[in-house]
């Protein structure tokens, strides 16, 4: 896999497919881009679950708050990794531990590590590294462009309103013409 270069196919079938995402260096302050990503996942349906030792048992956002991976009570589709490209390595690692492996690591902005990208895919996974899902999945639904940013989505089609929030979904929106 090159990661260099994601087609939109690739990311829309990984967004599309995963509904519960272990968000690994959760934090409970509001200025932090993993709180907001958290909190824009959770408007978009998907079940996220923090992870954060420091905070292992609290709440942010309503959702509880687990020390590790291996704490998860249920199955988890995607490891998004807001740490370090070096602590990625054993994140990845902990995630491959798993008794059910996820489907997804995936890696934040500046986040990357090729040699944990090669064993999560060695195991069956995929992998995305130096993106984020919430731009992502802005981009490829064409939310994003209501921001002025060229999304690459033309639509008439008027989004709904969900949980108070304008949304239009991965699934209603046509590729791009690459």
């Known amino acids: 896999m090159n990661h260099d270069s994601y087609s939109d196919a690739y990311i829309r079938d990984i967004l599309d497919g995963v509904k519960t995402i ?3 260096g959760a934090s409970a302050n509001t200025v932090r881009p993993s709180y907001f990503v958290l909190k824009y996942l959770l408007s978009k349906g998907y079940e996220v679950i923090p992870i954060n030792p420091g905070q292992a048992g609290k709440e942010i956002l309503g959702q509880t708050v687990h020390a590790s991976l291996a704490d998860v009570p249920v199955a988890i589709d995607m490891v998004d990794i807001f740490r370090n490209s070096e602590a990625a390595g054993a994140v990845v690692e902990e995630a491959l531990r798993l008794p059910t492996l996820p489907k997804v690591i995936w890696m934040q902005l500046s986040v ?13 996974l995929k992998v995305v590294m130096d993106r984020c899902p919430k731009i992502e ?3 490829l639904s064409g939310e994003i462009g209501w921001t002025g940013v060229n999304s690459r989505n033309l639509s008439a089609k008027r989004p709904v309103l969900k949980s108070g929030y304008q949304h239009r979904g991965l699934a209603t929106s046509k590729p791009p013409q690459d």
């Open 22 to 24: 272990a968000l690994v």
């Open 137 to 139: 999945y802005g981009r």
């Open 112 to 124: 990357r590590n090729d040699a944990a990208a090669r064993l999560a895919e060695d195991k069956g």
